[in-house]
């Protein structure tokens, strides 16, 4: 095992456009993300795999599943545990998917701390989602579409027109109205945003009566014909904008083509707003710690 800890650097950024799949594998959100912490390290196995790693404070964190075959992803976690104890790691904190987390709790030479905190993810399936929200179970949905777009002028804009001024102001706007269980990080995408969105392959704003209130971007999942939706963030000054932004999203990745779309994990309480659309399942992420025993 290889341990890059400049990881700015094309190694790599080709291992996660070669090995990504999931969501949050993107090499500037791992930039982004990597902002929040003291430094990033990124464990290279067999010359073409990695695990996305974080230190923080004595503590070494893996993110996500490691960026390997299905078949690899357990025993490449387990080798890095190992090397964070080995390297004087308090602790190993980690955000994995839960079928990883299931077998990685076979691992008996550490103690598995119950996970702190469950991120719920929807998926849409777009094949089947029709934005016209024909049929009675959409009933609610289309009458408030409709009467939103009825009762204001709406635009919707690229990220050029929109001041960098505005994009933070909606960010403190919806830090604000985020309940501390919803884990609403917002330094990562204040870095995103003064980056100029690098690799957000689409970045939209809902302009409502003339003032930005609503973002939607995010990325294609490497590997896949997936998206991750990764922005959704609305300022809770209009009245029913949260549905109407989730709405044009869907809208948007269905005519761009994708055939899912990942919409990220937050709360069960979040989770309840995004069930109203109908996901076609619901995935998990757990975070939790690891010590010896």
Known sequence: MEIITNVNCDAVRKIIEKQGHGPEHNFYHYMNVGAMYESCVFPIFEGKYGILGFVDKGDIWCYTDPL???EKRLAFFAEFVRWAFKDGAKKVRAE?????????KALKEYRFVKPSYIYYCPVYDLKRWDPALPG???KKLRNLRNAFQRNHKIEIVGKDAVSRRDILNILDRWKKHRQASDRAKQEHYVSAVNNGFLGYDSVRFIVVDGVVHA????????????????LGIQDYAVDDMGEFSYLEDLAFLKSAGYDF????????ELTKFKQKFRPSHVSKEMEFSIVRK
């Open 96 to 104: 994995i998917s839960e079928e990883l987390w299931r077998m990685a």
């Open 68 to 70: 390997a075959p299905e």
């Open 136 to 138: 009675t179970a959409m």
């Open 215 to 230: 973002m939607n971007g995010g990325w294609k999942i490497p590997n896949s014909n997936n998206f991750y939706s990764q």
């Open 261 to 268: 779309a990942d919409f990220g994990g937050g709360g069960k």
